[in-house]
């Protein structure tokens, strides 16, 4: 397949950047050479979505990254993202991929093999599967898949593959030696002590951007 992802795919929650505004810990991120940032904001009024990401979008085009909107196809769209990411719940992914302009990248998340089945006959670019480990990210999140569950996975698409839910630096390996080509991380980069220091040690352990 021509698209790949990045190694590391850090998700800029709102919910988890403490102390620290949005823009100030995605420019930390690119600083550390992170190359790919989602943004997640499950609180906002749509306003707030539209102003956060045009700024977020813009730090990312200068960095020379990829920037997805999770879950909001018409906030990607406006801000100029470079694809959004869809949920279960979500807007359905071949009218989401409608809504963009052409050439926009388009992720599902999937939590079983059945999921994943569909998602690999869908026209999606890239898919996440998860959690893989028990994860807090999320207030009533799906049942955990474990690593077994992540190589059956990998066996159901050739689409690159996203593995996500509580993955952290000590596991990040184990994780792309399962099968998965990018590793979705949020809480153990957002609540590092040193963000730039984690998501370069990300980076390390991943073997590239």
Do not use: W
């Not at 950047?17 to 989602?38: F, K, M, N, W, Y």
């Not at 539209?50 to 960095?63: H, N, P």
């Not at 769209?77 to 959004?84: I, K, L, P, S, T």
């Not at 302009?101 to 093999?113: F, I, M, Q, R």
């Amino acid at each position: 397949m021509g698209f790949s992802l990045p190694r590391l795919y850090a998700i800029l929650d709102a919910a988890q950047t403490g102390d620290r505004s949005l823009t100030e810990v995605c420019e930390i991120l690119l600083a550390a050479g992170v190359r790919l940032i989602q943004y997640r904001d499950k609180h906002s009024s749509s306003r707030q979505l539209y102003e956060a990401g045009c700024q977020i979008a813009e730090q990312v085009r200068r960095a020379g990254g990829l920037f997805i909107v999770n879950d909001r196809a018409d906030v990607a769209r406006a801000v100029g993202a470079d694809g959004v990411h869809l949920g279960q719940g979500d807007l359905p992914l071949e009218l989401a991929r409608r809504s963009l302009e052409p050439g926009k990248l388009v992720g599902c998340s999937t939590h079983d093999l059945a999921q994943v089945r569909e998602a690999d006959q869908s026209s999606a670019d890239y898919i996440a599967f998860g959690p893989i480990f028990p994860t807090q990210s999320k207030a009533k999140p799906d049942a955990v898949v474990g690593l077994a569950g992540l190589r059956e996975a990998r066996q159901a698409t050739r689409k690159p593959l996203v593995a996500i839910g509580g993955i952290t630096l000590a596991t990040a390996r184990e994780v792309t030696e399962a099968g998965a080509d990018s590793v979705a991380v949020i809480a153990d980069l957002l609540k590092a002590a040193d963000i730039g220091a984690r998501a370069r040690e990300f980076l390390r352990v991943l073997g590239g951007s």
